[in-house]
């Protein structure tokens, strides 16, 4: 028998086959009209849509008032960033080592910069490996500084899908990895920028 019998011994026929042919043949014609441009898209705009607003509105609140606001972090900053450090120095920011001044200014912009930067497109990648980790921190402090219950922590593989933690932030995580490994797709400054280097 030769090589082209077994092949077609070996394929599945009637109904199950063509359904299996019918299936194959659509999923990857769409993974072909989708690639490049689709998963990096999608990405963006579902953090966007849960987690831009959030992150501006959480960092602007923690800017000092006036014009000039921007370049200083208010106490409220140093409050949510550093709770129980704030409180054992009677929370005055001023009586803080040199350390916690850098880690409350870059939890400040970190929590500004970084979305915009994803949502637009530029050093995307770069920028949601930073909200990975910021994630991470955020939620450390969360669970140690805040307090958060263990219902609000939860646990993976618990059947509740409603947890801060384990449920929330790992899909938050999931959004930013997918653009960590896929990048921003062509509709992207990053995109843009590249094709002007090479071209």
């Not at 070996?10 to 989708?34: C, E």
């Not at 450090?85 to 001044?101: K, N």
């Not at 219950?149 to 929330?168: L, N, T």
Request: charge should be negative; avoid cysteine.
């Amino acid at each position: 028998m030769d090589d082209d019998s077994d092949e077609r011994t070996s394929k599945p026929v009637g109904p199950l086959g063509a359904a299996m042919r019918l299936h194959g043949t659509f999923f990857s014609g769409l993974q072909a009209a989708l690639a490049g441009w689709f998963t990096g898209l999608a990405a963006r705009v579902v953090f966007a849509s849960v987690l831009l607003l959030y992150y501006l509105n959480s960092s602007w609140g923690k800017f000092s008032d006036g014009i000039f606001g921007f370049l200083s972090p208010s106490s409220g900053a140093y409050v949510s960033i550093l709770p129980k450090v704030m409180e054992a120095r009677g929370y005055d920011e001023t009586a803080l080592a040199w350390p916690y001044d850098v880690i409350v200014y870059l939890g400040t912009w970190t929590e500004f910069v970084l979305p915009l930067l994803i949502v637009v497109g530029l050093f995307s990648r770069l920028a949601a490996l930073g909200m990975i980790f910021f994630v991470i921190v955020q939620s450390y402090v969360d669970v140690t500084h805040h307090g958060l219950d263990a219902r609000s922590v939860g646990a993976m593989f618990d059947r509740m899908p409603d947890a801060i933690i384990w449920d929330q932030r790992l899909l938050w995580v999931f959004v930013l990895a997918i653009i960590v490994v896929h990048g921003a797709g062509r509709l992207s400054l990053d995109h843009l920028f590249t094709r002007r280097r090479e071209g």
